[in-house]
């Protein structure tokens, strides 16, 4: 069978992680898995995914113990179960054996959960080595024709942790609930200047968003007025963000044998 780097009809993003792992290792990778990273609204309440993820290739281990290494950090190799294990694989565990590369689009802290989208991988990835049936919760994409959640990476990274205030939406309108939810919270200056600078430009709501260690915020954005609200956001802070357009969708997971 013909090594999964080396078929064409994958999407290169697919194949890049797979052909590290046979770089790193000496051998070809037996499957691929994907998950996308997570938007959690309004406290997780409710849950968006976009398009950019983690991804893993690997394959089994006989000795019980799980071997992870990165592509963003290649020498920071963790083996589990362990004591010492690098702050990009905190949270993951040995629940099976297997050897896999990771490799994930955005940093912690940019607003999309990169650390779940990561665990859910690897859990994907253990799962079906392990020759476990897989159960798929159905995804509910978000009925919002015409409109953008713009995610905003305020690039500010503390470690302080934000604890949650707990939040009930009363009303239906994700827009108003964002903004509902935004003034019950405690955020840092920088969320608030991004949150307020997002309604002023025309935004229909807006939050902070809760990302440790990072400090970043979402708003919902009329498609025609994403750019608008762009600049608005980026003249009212310090640091120029980093930007990041969902178009609402069912995102899936998917691996590859």
Same mark, same amino acid.
């Given at each position: 069978?013909?090594?999964?780097?080396?078929?064409?009809?994958?999407?290169?993003?697919?194949?890049?992680?797979?052909?590290?792992?046979?770089?790193?290792?000496?051998?070809?990778?037996?499957?691929?898995?994907?998950?996308?990273?997570?938007?959690?609204?309004?406290?997780?309440?409710?849950?968006?995914?976009?398009?950019?993820?983690?991804?893993?290739?690997?394959?089994?281990?006989?000795?019980?113990?799980?071997?992870?290494?990165?592509?963003?950090?290649?020498?920071?190799? @963790? =083996?589990?179960?362990?004591?010492? +294990?690098?702050?990009?694989?905190?949270?993951?565990? *040995?629940?099976?054996? !297997? $050897? #896999?590369?990771?490799?994930?689009?955005?940093?912690?802290?940019?607003?999309?959960?990169?650390?779940?989208?990561?665990?859910?991988?690897?859990?994907?990835?253990?799962?079906?080595?392990?020759?476990?049936?897989?159960?798929?919760?159905?995804?509910?994409?978000?009925?919002?024709?015409?409109?953008?959640?713009?995610?905003?990476?305020?690039?500010?990274?503390?470690?302080?942790?934000?604890?949650?205030?707990?939040?009930?939406?009363?009303?239906?309108?994700?827009?108003? @609930? =964002?903004?509902?939810?935004?003034? +019950?919270?405690?955020?840092?200056?920088?969320?608030? *200047?991004?949150?307020? !600078? $997002? #309604?002023?430009?025309?935004?229909?709501?807006?939050?902070?968003?809760?990302?440790?260690?990072?400090?970043?915020?979402?708003?919902?954005?009329?498609?025609?007025?994403?750019?608008?609200?762009?600049?608005?956001?980026?003249?009212?802070?310090?640091?120029?963000?980093?930007?990041?357009?969902?178009?609402?969708?069912?995102?899936?997971?998917?691996?590859?044998?």
């Amino acid at each position: 069978m013909m090594d999964i780097a080396d078929r064409p009809e994958i999407a290169p993003e697919l194949r890049l992680v797979p052909h590290a792992f046979r770089q790193t290792f000496g051998r070809p990778a037996s499957g691929v898995w994907y998950a996308p990273g997570v938007l959690n609204l309004l406290g997780g309440a409710v849950k968006v995914h976009a398009k950019w993820g983690a991804i893993v290739a690997g394959d089994r281990r006989d000795d019980g113990k799980l071997e992870l290494v990165s592509v963003n950090r290649p020498t920071e190799r @963790a =083996l589990l179960p362990s004591d010492d +294990v690098p702050a990009w694989a905190a949270g993951l565990e *040995a629940t099976g054996g !297997a $050897a #896999l590369m990771c490799s994930v689009d955005l940093p912690q802290g940019s607003g999309l959960s990169a650390a779940e989208a990561l665990k859910t991988a690897v859990k994907l990835a253990l799962r079906d080595l392990a020759g476990e049936q897989l159960d798929e919760p159905p995804v509910e994409p978000l009925d919002l024709p015409g409109q953008r959640l713009l995610v905003v990476d305020t690039r500010i990274r503390r470690p302080e942790p934000q604890v949650e205030r707990p939040y009930v939406p009363h009303t239906d309108d994700l827009g108003a @609930a =964002l903004t509902a939810y935004h003034h +019950v919270q405690n955020p840092d200056p920088e969320q608030n *200047a991004v949150v307020y !600078a $997002a #309604l002023a430009a025309g935004a229909r709501g807006a939050s902070m968003l809760i990302d440790l260690p990072g400090r970043p915020a979402v708003a919902l954005v009329d498609a025609d007025l994403v750019p608008a609200v762009k600049k608005a956001i980026t003249k009212a802070v310090d640091v120029p963000p980093r930007y990041l357009t969902i178009v609402p969708g069912p995102f899936r997971t998917a691996a590859l044998r």
